[in-house]
């Protein structure tokens, strides 16, 4: 049974990553306390219908029993259940943004004095253990309902290759650095297809833009350095139980170079049999 518990800041998207779960086969249940996971996983394993793929969400909602998280995922080990600890994220301020667009109520408003800030902050530092022992973490600051979808869809794809997905995605630094990335990996001092009139509102899906970020002899050079760092860390990262691997290629716009290096490192790594996928996150911007 793949068993999949899913945490993380209130108003980062917990609801939207369950709905996208459920969407590719998961069997999920939202809002459980965390001493009720090993009763319900064993139950499950014990039921006629057997569920091959399950998510429970669990937070800061349940109070105070939220504390036995912890104790709840050693008793899972205990009970020899694979689980993975799947935390959802956002920065601060778009958090804040969220609650007061909405209107809703964070479960720790009313304990902060009423304050969204303080209660944002108080839920961080309630939630700093569960996102360092995190297997995965999505990071949806920058994401939208689709590509939030797609990313979910991706991590948690069925394959027959190597456990661990690998995932090229496209940025631009001027809207900012990708949170989840592992690695980030600077394409900026390349010669830029923005400043050529012909090119300029194209994107790296253009073959006339990617043939002129790849024909210099620094660009060929820089991806196979980056191809064979990237070959070196993906045996290591899946001898340490690492579920994901994010590879953010980022440019000034993220829409000529980062674009272009991104296809060509998924391309190679289909090729190569792995287990990955990719996202442009300003291609549109």
């Known amino acids: 049974m793949e068993f999949i518990i899913v945490t993380g800041m209130s108003g980062a998207g917990k609801s939207r990553v369950i709905n996208s ?139 027959d290759g190597i456990s661990m997905n690998i995932h090229c995605m496209s940025f631009g630094y001027k809207y900012g650095i990708p949170a989840d990335a592992d690695f980030v990996l600077d394409l900026r001092f390349l010669p830029n297809p923005f400043y050529i009139d012909e090119l300029k509102h194209k994107t790296g899906f253009d073959s006339e833009v990617s043939d002129y970020v790849m024909k210099w002899e620094c660009s060929q050079k820089l991806f196979n350095q980056y191809k064979e760092i990237i070959q070196t860390a993906i045996p290591l990262c899946v001898e340490e139980g690492r579920s994901q691997l994010v590879l953010a290629f980022g440019c000034t716009g993220g829409r000529h170079r980062s674009v272009t290096f991104a296809e060509k490192m998924y391309s190679w790594l289909n090729a190569e049999g792995f287990a990955s996928s990719i996202s442009h996150r300003d291609i549109e911007k």
């Open 21 to 159: 779960l459920e969407d590719i086969g998961f069997f999920c249940a939202d809002n459980m306390p965390p001493k009720l996971i090993p009763m319900f996983a064993n139950l499950l394993k014990s039921s006629r219908q057997k569920r091959p793929r399950v998510a429970v969400v669990t937070d800061i909602r349940t109070g105070i029993s939220f504390e036995d998280l912890f104790d709840s995922l050693d008793e899972l080990k205990r009970l020899e259940y694979d689980y993975k600890l799947f935390f959802i994220d956002a920065e601060d301020s778009v958090l804040i943004h969220r609650y007061k667009e909405t209107r809703r109520k964070h479960p720790l408003l009313e304990a902060n004095g009423n304050s969204i800030e303080k209660a944002v902050k108080a839920e961080r530092e309630l939630l700093t253990k569960a996102r360092m022992h995190a297997d995965m973490v999505l990071d949806t600051t920058k994401l939208s309902a689709t590509q939030c979808r797609v990313r979910v869809a991706s991590m948690f794809s069925d394959s």
